[in-house]
C-alpha cells in the first residue's frame, strides 16, 4: 500500500511540474497569477512534506501548507470572477465582499464548530479545527463556481480556458471538503478520506495541465443575443 500512495505522490508531482512549466511557457502566468502561484506553491509544500513525513512536526508542516493552498484557491477563484464581470463596474466591491464573507463564514464555523469528540486528545485537537476550517473553505471555494458561472451568463460571455480552470478547481475543493468531512466522521473512514483528497487532485491537476497546454490563453468572446442571424461574427470582450 506504501508503494501505491508513492506512486501517487511521483504522478502528482509530475503533473504539478507540467502545469507550472506549461503556465510559464504560454505566458498563462500573467493572466491567472493566483493559480500559477497555487500550483507553485503546491510544488513546493509537496517537497516540502515529503522531506518532513517523518519528523514529528508534519502535522504543523503540513496544516500551514494546507490552510495557504486552500486561500489561494479561493483568490483563484475570485480572480475568475473578477475576469467574468470585466464590463461591471462594481467588480472590485463585489468580489471583495465575497471573499470577506467566505473567510469570515468559514473561520466562524470551524471555531463555533461543537467541542471535538472526547476521544481525540487534546494535542490533536488543533488538526481537527484546521480540518474544520479547510473543509469550510474547500466547500466554499466549490460554491464559487455557482457565482462564476451565473456570471458569465448573465454578461453573455463565453471563456472555454477558464470554465475548464475553475472546474478544476471545483474537482480539488470538492474532495477536500469529502475527503476532510469523512476524516472527521470516524478514524476507521480517514483512509477513504484520503483517498478521496487524493484522487480529486491527481483529477484536478490533469484537468488544469490540459487546459492550459490544450486551449487557447482566454478566448473570451460574446454569447450571440436571442434571435441574431446565423453566422454573424461574434464580438470579441
Known sequence: MDSFWQFLAI?????????????????????????FLHSLVLLLASVVEWTT??????????????????????????????LA?????????KVALIGLAILIVSFTLAKFNPAPPSVIPPERQFTYFMTLLSRNLSFCTA??????????LHFRRRDVQMLMLAAGTGVFTTGKAIGHSLRML??????????????????????????????????????????????EPLGRG
Open 53 to 82: 513525513v517523518r519528523q514529528a512536526s508534519f502535522a504543523n508542516y503540513y496544516w500551514t501548507n494546507e490552510v495557504v493552498l486552500q486561500v489561494l484557491l479561493l483568490l483563484t477563484m475570485l480572480h475568475f470572477i473578477y
Open 143 to 152: 460554491l464559487l463556481n455557482v457565482v462564476l458561472w451565473s456570471s458569465l
Open 11 to 35: 504522478l502528482a508531482s509530475v503533473l504539478q511540474v507540467l502545469l507550472v512549466g506549461s503556465m510559464q511557457n504560454r505566458g498563462l502566468y500573467r493572466l491567472y497569477p493566483f493559480l
Open 85 to 93: 464581470l470585466e464590463t461591471d463596474p462594481a467588480r472590485r466591491r
Open 186 to 231: 470516524d478514524k476507521d473512514l480517514a483512509m477513504a478520506g484520503n483517498g478521496v483528497v487524493v484522487v480529486t487532485a491527481l483529477l484536478a491537476l490533469m484537468i488544469w495541465t490540459w487546459s492550459c497546454w490544450s486551449l487557447r490563453p482566454r478566448v473570451v468572446e460574446r454569447m450571440p443575443l436571442p434571435g441574431a442571424a446565423a453566422g
